[in-house]
Structure formats: structure tokens, C-alpha cells
């Protein structure tokens, strides 16, 4: 059996660097190298690594004996100097005494694979490592947790009794009421519908919300942009036309991430590079889930203030009448006709918190900080698909025989499974590790 070695602190400078390995021989591997020669399982041990008669790091390490470990194998931690140097030649040590490089997420698949945590889990130590905001992370922590397993186990248990009162039915068809088994399947219906609900309110929470900043050229987007990342981000000018490309910044706000695009101002222009830079900026408008439409509050509406806004007429979106230290000459009736706007001056840092505060009233009724939701496209597929097959059992319930409507449920039962990495292809385990970074 292999034993696999990586490093899995990252790659830069910290004061401490962890190098592990799992797998039969960790444990003789560490002490070819490893000063101190007795170990005990599950003690941390202070020695040096010694190569070739050279000290070549004071390190601490650990063993752990299995089955009670991360991967469910022997495991070495050594917890060297966090140069990457260190962390990298100890790597090369240990594969040169017999340790194979660990491929991406290999650790937490042999946890999966080993039956310690389900794919799910599995899934959620990649959001915790990967997330952006304390809300995501205590959202994956859930789920890691076991909290979702569980809401998922207590519908599988529902989709089980129903297939039994199917059996039960086959062999004695007088037995059983089908009016309460359908109500069963409708409550079963129900439950995995408000699992696609749930995702769809915490998306915002994973994704942040995608929030395009548009308006003709020179009304102050930019200003808008740096003022709203605390950073001089982006280029401001008072010629118009400054912003040529999209420009792309992610800002958390009381818990919500919003990734923030400044765009090209919009306006009817012959120049070349302008058009392609306007293409892209009402593209982003297009894409965003919302957007904060800049207007020059100094000067009167003009035709592309007009065309920009009936862009946007079925977007969720916000007016931001920017300038007001230089006296509004807007016609407010008219802006008001589109939507709720905000008046700012971003020159004298006014407005924008209260631009924050609405967008963050609109957006969060939509989501619920607490709620354990599923989180990716694997799942949301899935549910679907068990969504049909209980769909077709309540249609199939009155008309055909409790062979096929069992069929159904068996269908629906699979896939449901398949979420927490039951019969689940080795293809798609496979497709769900490769994004995990090396050393997890
Ligand atoms: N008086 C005043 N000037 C402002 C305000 N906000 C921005 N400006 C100025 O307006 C000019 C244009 O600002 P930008 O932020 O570059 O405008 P933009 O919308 O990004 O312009 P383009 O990139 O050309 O589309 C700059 O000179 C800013 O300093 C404001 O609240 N009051
Ligand atoms: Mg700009």
C-alpha cells in the first residue's frame, strides 16, 4: 500500500510549516530520519530531521496510530520551520525514502474512501479552506458538522418506509392506505423542494452578490469603486472615457461578500476601443444580480442617462445621484420613475455608506445566515433528478401497478445517495477531489 507525503501549509514564509504523510510506512519512514527513536502514538515529539549526516531541521512530530486519524491510515505530522525550503526539502526526503506525493485532496479522499466522513463533508473541508467570509465558513462548518447529512439521512429514511409500504402492497394489495402514501410522497416532494430553495438563498453567501457599478462616462464609478474598497483601485480622471475594461474587486460587508465591477461609462461613441469597453460594461450589467446606476446629479438627464436606465429596468438596481456638492440639477421625478435612487457626493465621502446599507436591506431578506444548505451544482443536479422520479410516483400511484412506482422511489433513493457518495462512480469522486489543494 502507498504511503502518500505532502506539504500542507502553504507555500510562503510562517513560523511554522507542516509536512504529513499517511499510509503503512509513515511511521518507518519518520524514524530513518527522526533523532528520536521511540514514539508514541499520538505524542508530540521535539528532535531533529538528520539526512545524509546533516541536520537539516529541529522539528516536532507526531504519529498517529490508526484507525482514529484524518485518512483512517498511519499518519506523520512534522511540524518543521515554516521556510518553504524546510518544508520542501523534507518533502523530498520523504519521497526519496519510499513516500509518493500526495495528489490533490488525497488525504480527505482516503477520509471519504475509508468511511470516515461522506462526500459532502468531504466537499465541505474544500469550502471551509476555500471561503471568503465568516458566514460561508460557519456554512461549511455545518455541513462538516454532519447537519446536512442528517436532513438528507431523515428523507432517505421517508423514501426507505415508502418503498416498504410499496412491498407491502405488492404482496397484500388490500393492505395499506394509498391516500397517506401519497400524502408521504407530497411531504417528500416537499422537503426536497425547499432543499433547492434553501440553495438558492445561500448562494449569495457563497458567491457573493455580483454587483455591476454602470453609468455614462465621468459621473464617478470609479471614484465610487475606490471609495468603496478603501483603495485607489481604480484609474479617476475628469476625462471622460477613463475606464476602458471591466475592473473586478471583492468588498464583505456586514457579512455580505459583494464583488464589486466598475465598468466603462456608457455612452454612443465611434471610437474602437470605447465600443468593445461599453460592449463588456453592459455585459456585466446583464450578468450581475445587481446594480448601482451612477448619475451626474450636477447636470440635467441626457438620451444615454435614458438608455442606460431602461437597460436596467428589470434588473434589481439602485440610483446613485453622485456630485451633489456641485449643486443637483438632476430632475428627480424622473430618476424616481425607474427606481430608488440614493444622493451622493463620493468627493466629500457622503452617500456611499447609505448606498451599502440599502443594497444590503434589498438583498438580505433573500437570505438566511443560518440556514444548512446544499451548496454546489453536483447537488442541485441530483435533487433534481430525485424531484422527477417522486414526481412520476405521485402521478404513477393511482394508475399503475406498485412495481413501477417503487421503481421510482428506488431511483430517487439512489440519487439522493449518491449526494453523500453512495454508489457514486469513481469518475465523479474523482472530479469532486481534483479541485482540492494538494496537502488536504
Ligand atoms: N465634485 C465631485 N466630483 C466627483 C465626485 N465623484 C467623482 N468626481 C470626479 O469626477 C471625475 C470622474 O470620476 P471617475 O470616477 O473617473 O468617473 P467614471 O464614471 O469612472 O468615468 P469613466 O471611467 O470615464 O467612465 C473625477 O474627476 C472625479 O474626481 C463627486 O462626488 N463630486
Ligand atoms: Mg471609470
Request: charged share 30%.
Amino acid at each position: 500500500m502507498r504511503t502518500i507525503a505532502a506539504i500542507s501549509t502553504p507555500p510562503g514564509k510562517g513560523g511554522i510549516g507542516i509536512v504529513r504523510m499517511s499510509g503503512e510506512s509513515s511511521l518507518e519512514i519518520l524514524k530513518k530520519i527522526f533523532t528520536k527513536k521511540e514514539i508514541r502514538p499520538r505524542f508530540m515529539h521535539y528532535g531533529k530531521i538528520i539526512y545524509e549526516n546533516r541536520v537539516v531541521d529541529e522539528v516536532m512530530a507526531c504519529y498517529f496510530n490508526k484507525p482514529r486519524t484524518y485518512t483512517c491510515e498511519d499518519m506523520v505530522e512534522i511540524y518543521c520551520h515554516g521556510g518553504y525550503v524546510s518544508c520542501l526539502y523534507i518533502l523530498e526526503i520523504l519521497l526519496k525514502l519510499g513516500a509518493v506525493p500526495a495528489e490533490a485532496g488525497e488525504f480527505t479522499k482516503l477520509a471519504f474512501l475509508n468511511g470516515r466522513i461522506d462526500l459532502l463533508e468531504a466537499e465541505a473541508v474544500e469550502g471551509i479552506i476555500e471561503a471568503e467570509s465568516k458566514e460561508e465558513q460557519l456554512m461549511y462548518a455545518d455541513v462538516l458538522g454532519g447537519k446536512l447529512t442528517e436532513k438528507l439521512e431523515s428523507v432517505l429514511n421517508d423514501v426507505v418506509n415508502l418503498i416498504s409500504e410499496c412491498e407491502a402492497k405488492i404482496d397484500y394489495p388490500e393492505l395499506g392506505d394509498v391516500d397517506d402514501m401519497k400524502e408521504k410522497l407530497e411531504k417528500i416532494h416537499g422537503g426536497l423542494i425547499s432543499f433547492l430553495d434553501d440553495e438558492k438563498r445561500t448562494t449569495y453567501i457563497r458567491d457573493g452578490l455580483k454587483l455591476a457599478i454602470i453609468g455614462r462616462p465621468n459621473v464617478g464609478k470609479s471614484s465610487l469603486l475606490n471609495a468603496l474598497t478603501n483603495k485607489e483601485r481604480a484609474i479617476v480622471t475628469e476625462i471622460a472615457g477613463t475606464t476602458r475594461d471591466t475592473i473586478e474587486e471583492t468588498i464583505n460587508y456586514e457579512g455580505l461578500t459583494i464583488r464589486l465591477i466598475d465598468t466603462a461609462g456608457i455612452r454612443s461613441t465611434d471610437e474602437v476601443i470605447e465600443r468593445e469597453g461599453i460592449k463588456l460594461s453592459k455585459k456585466a450589467a446583464e450578468d450581475a444580480d445587481f446594480v448601482v446606476v451612477v448619475l451626474d446629479g450636477s447636470a440635467p438627464l441626457q438620451a444615454d442617462d435614458f438608455e442606460i436606465m431602461e437597460l436596467v429596468k428589470d434588473k434589481e438596481k439602485i440610483f446613485l445621484i453622485n456630485k451633489e456638492d456641485k449643486g443637483l440639477k438632476i430632475d428627480l421625478k424622473s430618476v424616481e420613475k425607474y427606481g430608488e435612487y440614493i444622493i451622493s457626493s463620493i468627493k466629500n465621502d457622503s452617500g456611499v455608506r447609505e448606498l451599502l446599507d440599502a443594497i444590503k436591506k434589498r438583498i438580505v431578506h433573500d437570505i438566511d445566515f443560518n440556514v444548512t444548505s446544499i451548496f454546489n451544482i453536483r447537488h442541485v443536479d441530483l435533487i433534481e433528478r430525485a424531484i422527477s422520479e417522486i414526481e412520476t410516483a405521485i402521478r404513477d400511484i393511482d394508475v399503475m401497478p406498485f412495481e413501477i412506482v417503487e421503481v421510482s422511489l428506488r431511483e430517487a433513493h439512489e440519487y439522493i445517495s449518491m449526494i453523500l457518495g453512495r454508489d457514486t462512480s469513481e469518475d465523479i469522486i474523482d472530479r469532486v477531489f481534483r479541485d482540492f489543494c494538494v496537502g488536504k
